[in-house]
């Protein structure tokens, strides 16, 4: 909405500090100012209309040079998604729970591309990085927590810094809004699930100009492996402050805990993706030990949010967030099968401790302005980022143990030696311009970037310990799009952008890998119909990354770098109300990955492992009309697939079988039942409604394969007070 201003500013504290940095613009302001609020995407629709991920600005999608997804919160709710990986099942360009029915990480690809040895992905809470840890350690964010998740496809480093050149998941977090909250929902399920959550919130004082926020979630479950469990409680209170019409503050806070984070460890190839003469495995078997396997992990953050409106056209806002992450971790996992009978498995014992703790800084000034008939939204900003951390990495042995009739007790272990103790801080360092132009109907956007970072690692082991390895590297990286608005909805688009990204990944002799970069060339149309209220987008990519990291061929839990990877494909995305009664998320990948150069050259031209080249969804939502029998029923279907991919290693590969799996839903408004029971709700989902048996990725033999998740029933009430 338009904020109208006081004639006579009136400046606070926070408002002084801003301009003292900002000084050189304070002769701008007008004595009458107007500031356009944000709309946000949270007017309970599966369609977005903007996003301030891919420019950082409040951006119409269809203006957006770029591919871009935004995952809506009345998408969250009506999948019941409980995970990242559940929210990115429908999205395009997204191979999504890559370990199956681990829950403890988010796992993922984008258009082919992964953070390196573990997977672990380029992920951005409210603008900042949520950094990876160094062995087991991640951030990670309950999905309730969150009020949307937006994918950004093709290299993000303009605007972010370091980052791989498949793309970006950016997260907001519920924060405060003047609307009154009162939230609560209860949820049970099989595998004995059980889940509260609350969301309160609204003004705090009367005028509005103090906003409160609190949301919170706990559940409890068994995990898929046989006699394994999850735990999670979460709490994220906020506070807003307004206290004129230029200035606005937010602080804000998140714990989280796990107790218990589940079994993340794999099963055997032959009895998952290849045959046995045993059988197949269930998707419960557990090659661990129930009573030897503790993984938890505590988060804390706490951070702020500074607006400072000058006038209409210029404003500043400082972004800025500490957290800390504790992790630990010991258990037994696979360690490979027997080939003489085909049932006895060798076992690993592992441990890790891992604390690190990070700091994100944004601040970004922004204007508009005209240069005769072309307008400007001019974006310039400073980012810095600090992770410092250390982690270890304990083996040792265990008793095999038949997978096919296991017997965990009795077991003996052998006492676990470090094989990796790291102490690592990193400091990354970036200014950034960006200038998006309006020019009738042409829409142009260009951004440059330089990056500063330094990496230094403090090998803790003690033939090595005081051996300390330092890397700096500095670059620059641009991005221009282009795209051309015509009055029917059609805007085709064109851009070209670079990535940068070091790793805190080491190769098996403790040395650091070079930054890898990337390059993006895209096409595509997007059609925004004036008849529905949907988006509809086709989007064709050429990406190309050097120095990515493969399969160490000496030890294949370890990466070397050696390499180059060209990814290129087409997306296909539709969203939104295709009708009264009828809504659709679709979406559409081919993809063709391969290593064009690596130095073993029978490798060169084939399928980087553990990506699929062909996957898809789509999710049909209905809604009854008003005024009918059946009226506050609605119901939704959904369909996922892929067509397998690769495992082994890259110079002994195989194939794992594609699969389809569906879901379902259905809910009912009770206020259509009865008057007094208006604001409630109840809901039953289903993931993997048909029970399907099926394998998501598999490393070498040694390492195994994972089973994707199994069935999952929900009914859930929801109120709103």
Not at 18 to 41: C, H, I, K, Q, R
Not at 53 to 75: D, G
Not at 221 to 243: C, D, K, Y
Not at 273 to 301: E, I, M, V
């Amino acid at each position: 909405m338009r904020r109208s201003f006081r004639n006579t500013p009136r400046l606070t504290p926070l408002a002084v500090a801003l301009m003292a940095l900002m000084a050189p613009l304070s002769a701008l302001a007008e004595e009458t100012l107007n500031v356009v609020a944000d709309s946000g995407n949270s007017d309970g629709s599966l369609l977005a209309k903007s996003s301030n991920s891919a420019t950082k600005t409040n951006t119409p999608l269809l203006e957006t040079p770029q591919s871009v997804s935004v995952i809506t919160r009345r998408q969250m709710d009506l999948q019941n998604v409980r995970s990242l990986n559940e929210a990115l099942r429908y999205t395009p360009g997204v191979a999504a729970e890559q370990w199956g029915g681990v829950t403890a990480f988010d796992q993922y690809s984008i258009r082919g591309f992964n953070y390196g040895a573990t997977g672990f992905n380029d992920e951005f809470l409210d603008g900042l990085r949520m950094n990876n840890g160094i062995i087991y350690g991640t951030q990670q964010v309950d999905p309730f927590l969150l009020e949307d998740i937006t994918v950004l496809r093709g290299p993000a480093s303009v605007l972010y810094g370091l980052a791989n050149p498949g793309g970006i998941v950016t997260m907001n977090s519920k924060l405060p809004v003047a609307k009154t909250i009162r939230h609560v929902e209860l949820e049970a399920g099989n595998h004995e699930y059980q889940r509260g959550s609350f969301d309160v919130g609204g003004k705090a004082t009367d005028d509005g100009s103090i906003l409160y926020r609190i949301v919170g979630t706990g559940d409890t479950r068994n995990g898929q492996e046989h006699n394994t469990t999850a735990r999670r409680w979460a709490l994220a209170p906020s506070v807003t402050f307004i206290p004129d019409d230029y200035n606005k503050l937010t602080l804000y806070a998140r714990v989280q805990h796990d107790p218990r984070l589940g079994a993340q460890t794999s099963l055997p190839v032959e009895g998952t993706a290849k045959y046995n003469p045993n059988g197949k495995l269930p998707t419960d078997a557990y090659p661990g030990d129930p009573y030897h396997n503790k993984f938890s992990r505590r988060q804390a953050a706490v951070g702020y949010s500074a607006e400072h409106f000058f006038n209409d056209d210029w404003s500043t806002l400082l972004t800025g967030r500490y957290s800390g992450n504790t992790t630990k971790y010991k258990a037994t996992i696979f360690g490979g099968l027997h080939q003489d009978d085909m049932r006895t498995i060798d076992r690993m014992r592992v441990g890790s401790d891992e604390h690190f703790n990070t700091i994100n800084l944004d601040n970004q000034l922004r204007g508009h302005f005209a240069t005769g008939e072309v307008d400007h939204q001019l974006l310039v900003g400073m980012n810095w980022d600090r992770f410092n951390g250390h982690g270890n990495y304990a083996m040792g042995t265990a008793t095999p143990l038949d997978i096919y009739k296991p017997d965990y007790h009795n077991a003996q272990y052998s006492p676990m030696g470090d094989y990796q103790n790291n102490r690592i801080m990193n400091t990354q360092t970036g200014l950034y311009a960006q200038d998006q132009l309006s020019y009738q109907q042409w829409r142009a956007t260009v951004g440059v970037r330089h990056d500063w970072s330094s990496q230094r690692n403090s090998n803790l082991m003690p033939l090595a310990r005081g051996d300390n390895t330092r890397q700096r590297d500095e670059a620059t990286t641009w991005r221009a799009g282009i795209n051309y608005l015509f009055e029917n909805g059609i805007a085709p688009y064109f851009t070209y952008a670079q990535s940068f990204q070091p790793t805190n990944s080491m190769d098996r002799n403790g040395r650091m890998f070079d930054p890898s970069r990337g390059e993006l060339y895209e096409a595509g149309i997007k059609y925004k119909p004036t008849s529905m209220d949907a988006l509809f987008t086709i989007a064709a990519f050429n990406l190309t990354q050097d120095k990515a990291l493969a399969t160490d061929p000496v030890f294949s839990q370890a990466f070397v770098q050696d390499g180059k990877i060209r990814s290129r494909g087409v997306e296909l995305e539709a969203r939104g109300q295709v009708s009264e009664q009828f809504s659709v998320v679709g979406a559409m990948t081919w993809q063709d990955v391969e290593y064009t150069q690596y130095s073993e050259r029978e490798v060169v031209g084939r399928r980087p492992l553990r990506i699929p080249s062909r996957y898809g969804s789509v999710w049909v939502d209905w809604q009854a009309p008003e005024g009918i029998a059946v009226s506050g029923l609605g119901a939704g279907v959904g369909g996922r697939f892929t067509n397998g991919s690769k495992g082994g290693t890259m110079e002994n590969q195989f194939s794992t079988a594609g699969y389809g799996v569906m879901d379902a839903e259905v809910h009912y408004d009770l206020g259509h039942l009865l008057q007094t029971l208006k604001g409630g709700k109840v809901q039953v989902t289903a993931q993997n409604l048909t029970k399907r048996d099926y394998v998501t990725s598999c490393f070498t033999d040694t390492q195994g394969c994972f089973y994707g998740a199994e069935r999952a029933v929900i009914a859930k009430v929801i109120w709103d007070f």
